[in-house]
């Protein structure tokens, strides 16, 4: 169920450690870009076994002779092999980002390219569509807009049956649609909505992955809430998105996490969330997560943190949602088992992506925000000590975790009886030595919850040296009046 | 983080929601300085919180170098020809055949071969090019409906048609897929063979035959009696692969079965004079249209439709 087609990594001609010091920089880039507001990926689809034939990497760089008589071979060539050949020549030399600029500037040479793509030879046309995801993929606009004469033509062979031919397009579409909101003017008249919607229905999953990503891709637009989440939502492709995303053995890693990533665009732009709640992504997505705890249990890096991430983010923003209260039954998110669930992964998380521990909490978070059930099992499951163990980790994660606190303890005497006696009080005591303004202001916030409710806290909390601990903070601007207040709490009751 | 041991039997166990302990709130809780309320939190599209996971999300994206046509390498199988009639194009790998098959013998319009990228392009050419009682309807109304899946516009003519994919869904105004017809009434064979030699791109570009065409050799649209027309021209005759194709669990479903490709073929045909018509063979002869026969057409007076059923041979 959870096995996934496992992406083979380009072959390493480097140590390890550059090769970590390149991810580093990546990370950088892609961390700059983001607070730009620029994060533009591409997916390049290459035959692997098609590269290893075709023995080694390409050096050589095509000028305009040569790729003028490489497109002529191949549209008039009398041999079919030749024909073929002279197209996967090119494709080749269009790895390399000088060729790409010759070969669109060289007149004709597109119009020659859509030509074959379009040719009743089904050979050449998947080695043209090949040529075509190779500009696709150029980080240069002009290389990329170049191709968008081919784009109704990929989009009618969308509903075509070739499985491999159609997963071509679609990634080349998707690394279309990524470019520029220029292209997407183009696409989204000339029906590419639709077009998905129809090819969702493909029992493939190479298609329905690449499907995925395009569809990602397009709801990731800046527009895209005011221009095209809307008429996604029209579609069907909500139902079908939730239906590959609902656990089973049908389900595919690889389809599922592009789609997860679909809806969390959908979901974050917040258009129409109820809609969505109607049509059960509540519940499909905890069961989903159910089943994302049992699969950390059993396998070893299997890359599920990239499916845990958008589910966090997709159920937390969903039940801010009114309608997440008020629609009923099954569609509800009650479950208790979801929070023994999000406990499996928040210990997941903290081994392997412990970044992603915010998430998780915030998931949390929402749970118990207003629900004394979900407080509740949080107490009755023994989850307050390993709750307390994150608070090491970082200030954003304890701030979270001191917020859920406060969540269990704001219900009242019968929830902060729960909480004590334990370790509650001598993290807080660590705490209140942070040097974090947030991290100390929501412990000041906890300890007046319990003070308050739970008849010896105040007590407990002098015997451990706890003025002492407050004492530091007297002067800071935001903690001043909270501190005092405790103080004179803790000595006058 | 050491985890509970119940907490694992717990997700095993049955799904319902805790019974809450009760809750009862001190107003002095939220009195000032203290301004602690449980809130559920909404995080919008482009805040920094999403920072972390859109970085591994596009680390991931750009990491994954995944293989066109899924399986681990391309199985190469001995040479075989494709089995439909008139195509003899060879392959020595099925991921080939079956690009092949789709692109030029599934969605194939029965009575002039056109070969369609999809179901629905075919049928709107059926109904476009080989139904009478579809100009008949014409005369009087809109009937050519937009080629764009979704949008259910229809016109006057295929004319007043393209202009609106041209200027609604910026099509571009050569697109391959929408040539109208040139003769008026249904197409005959007559006709079909017309439209064949004007094939030259309009642009300039010489392909081999027009797009999207294919012609077999063989066979010639007959002049079909109306009645028996609709039975001919459906693509579900060919929509089923042969069973060497059958054999790969990746992508075909259990359900496909060998199928029975009915041809209608004018019994003097078989001795006629060859047509210059290009295939995607590049040119074959009669001869070896011929061998790809499996039965003799019936017997009959040399006017009588020959009917042979062809039964596509598993490898």
Known sequence: ?493 | MQLPPALHARLAGAPGPAEPLPVERDPAARTAPFRFAPRPVRFPREHDFFEEGDVQRHLYLQDVLTQVGGAPERPRVPEFTCQVAGCCQVFDALEDYEHHYHTLHRNVCSFCKRAFPSGHLLDTHILEWHDSLFQILAERQDMYQCLVEGCTEKFRTSRDRKEHLVMRHLYPADFRFDKPRKSRGPVMPGAAEQVLAEAPGDDGVPSEGDAMEVCSEHVEPPPAPTGERRAYSHREMNSCPSAALAQLPRIWPERYHLPSVLVKVPHEDLKGPRREISTSNGGSSAALWRCCWAFPPRRGGPRTLARAALHVAGL
């Open chain 1, 1 to 493: 169920m959870w096995s996934r087609q496992r992406g083979r990594l380009k072959p390493l001609c480097c140590g390890v450690e550059e090769l970590r010091c390149r991810r580093r920089e990546r990370e950088a880039a892609l961390r700059k870009a983001r607070r730009e507001q620029q994060l533009v990926s591409k997916r390049l689809l290459r035959d692997e076994a098609l590269e290893e034939a075709e023995e080694g990497c390409v050096a050589v760089i095509f000028g305009e002779a040569e790729i003028q008589q490489f497109l002529r071979l191949a549209q008039r060539g009398t041999e079919e092999k030749e024909r073929e050949g002279a197209l996967v020549s090119l494709r080749r030399g269009l790895q390399h980002p000088e060729t790409q600029q010759t070969f669109i500037r060289l007149e004709g040479s597109i119009r020659t390219l859509v030509g074959l793509l379009t040719s009743n030879q089904a050979l050449l046309q998947l080695e043209a569509a090949r040529c075509l995801h190779e500009l696709s993929h150029s980080e240069q606009s002009a290389v990329v807009e170049a191709c968008l004469p081919a784009t109704s033509y990929l989009l009618t062979y969308l509903s075509g049956h070739s499985s491999d031919f159609i997963e071509l397009c679609l990634y080349t579409l998707g690394n279309l649609i990524v470019e520029s909101e220029a292209v997407r003017r183009q696409l989204l008249p000339q029906g590419i909505v639709p077009a998905l919607a129809a090819c969702i229905q493909s029992p493939h999953l190479t298609v329905l992955e690449a499907l995925g990503y395009a569809l990602s891709q397009l709801l990731q637009a800046k527009e895209a809430p005011e221009k095209i989440i809307p008429s996604v939502l029209g579609s069907t492709l909500p139902q079908h998105m939730l239906q590959l995303l609902q656990p089973g053995p049908k389900l595919n890693l690889g389809v599922a996490v592009e789609f997860a990533w679909c809806l969390h665009y959908i979901i974050c732009s917040q258009v129409n969330n109820a809609l969505l709640i109607t049509q059960g992504a509540l519940s499909t997505l905890g069961l989903l997560l159910l089943d994302l705890a049992g699969a950390v249990q059993r396998t070893e890096d299997a890359g599920l943190e990239l499916l845990a991430c958008p589910v966090l983010r997709c159920l937390s923003n969903l039940l801010t949602e009114a309608a997440a209260e008020a629609v009923g039954g099954q569609l509800q998110l009650r479950d208790e088992r979801v929070v023994a669930a999000l406990f499996i992964l928040l210990q997941f998380l903290l081994q392997k992506q412990p970044s992603l521990l915010p998430e998780g909490l915030w998931l949390l978070n929402n749970l118990t925000a207003n629900s004394p059930s979900f407080c509740t099992s949080l107490l009755s499951l023994d989850l307050i000590e390993p709750l307390l163990h994150l608070l090491s980790v970082s200030n954003v994660v304890s701030v979270l975790v001191l917020t859920v606190l406060c969540n269990v303890a704001e219900k009242g005497p019968a929830y902060c009886q729960r909480l004590w006696p334990g370790p509650l009080l001598s993290s807080l005591l660590d705490t209140l030595a942070f040097s974090d303004t947030e991290v100390v202001g929501q412990s000041l916030e906890l300890l007046q919850l319990l003070f308050l409710y739970q008849p010896g806290a105040a007590q407990a909390f002098l015997q451990q040296s706890g003025l002492q601990a407050l004492q530091r903070h007297e002067e800071v601007a935001q903690l001043q009046d909270r501190v005092h207040a405790l103080q004179q709490t803790a000595l006058h009751g």
